[in-house]
T-cell receptor
Framework: GAGVSQSPRYKVTKRGQDVALRCDPI?????LYWYRQALGQGPEFLTY????????KSGLPNDRFSAERPEGSISTLTIQRTEQRDSAMYRC??????????????FGPGTRLLVL | GEDVEQSLFLSVREGDSSVINCTYT??????LYWYKQEPGAGLQLLTY?????DMKQDQRLTVLLNKKDKHLSLRIADTQTGDSAIYFC??????????FGAGTILRVKS
């Protein structure tokens, strides 16, 4: 596909369950980013990868959140023992070149997570 | 610290110009971005400006940057109903991390 895709688009889960959110970046893009967007707010950085290496995870709120990108393409964001405060839109983005210089990030449609 | 602030809401008439304002705090930002979010859609990059520029024009869009005051604005000429959306200002930090404002809701009345 031409753009960043995410699945599922919507996820409803019960408190205490684990969830896994998937991101498929634009083919060939080196960098992949995860953001979380609460209702009425802008996206907030969680973590990012260059290829399979996690470069920065300073935005992950606590150790229940983890992310991986084992083959340098698809990434999974996992939230363990979900809590109601985890309810938000989770957005993935990718960019072509990686590195520390700035470049345009292309966003996917997001996964809306609701924890009951 | 990193902080980006925007006004929450703007209402304009179709055909008028819209100006959305943003302030940021990190003077090390090298790029500043404007994204558009429509209901049910992802974030769409509208335009960006490099920090050593003070103006960039792209069709109906004009971005003005006042680096001294850390103020960024987006002007949309001849605003159309299809421009109704949430507009996010973002600053790009070292490591390609983006810091977003809370978004400005633009409502265009026909």
């Amino acid at each position: 596909g031409a753009g960043v895709s995410q699945s599922p688009r919507y996820k409803v889960t019960k408190r205490g369950q684990d969830v896994a959110l998937r991101c498929d970046p634009i083919s060939g893009h080196v960098s992949l980013y995860w953001y979380r967007q609460a209702l009425g707010q802008g996206p907030e950085f969680l973590t990012y990868f260059n290829y399979e290496a996690q470069q920065d995870k300073s935005g992950l709120p606590n150790d229940r959140f983890s992310a991986e990108r084992p083959e340098g393409s698809i990434s999974t964001l996992t939230i363990q023992r979900t809590e109601q405060r985890d309810s938000a839109m989770y957005r993935c983005a990718s960019s072509p070149l990686g590195g520390t210089h700035q470049e345009t990030q292309y966003f996917g449609p997001g996964t809306r997570l609701l924890v009951l | 610290g990193e902080d980006v602030e925007q006004s929450l809401f703007l209402s304009v008439r179709e055909g008028d110009s819209s100006v959305i304002n943003c302030t940021y705090t990190d003077s090390s930002s090298t790029y500043l971005y404007w994204y558009k979010q429509e209901p049910g859609a992802g974030l769409q990059l509208l335009t960006y400006i490099f920090s050593n520029m003070d103006m960039k024009q792209d069709q109906r869009l004009t971005v003005l940057l006042n680096k001294k005051d850390k103020h960024l604005s987006l002007r949309i000429a001849d605003t159309q109903t299809g421009d109704s959306a949430i507009y996010f200002c973002a600053e790009g930090l070292y490591g390609n991390k983006l810091v977003f404002g809370a978004g400005t809701i633009l409502r265009v009345k026909s």
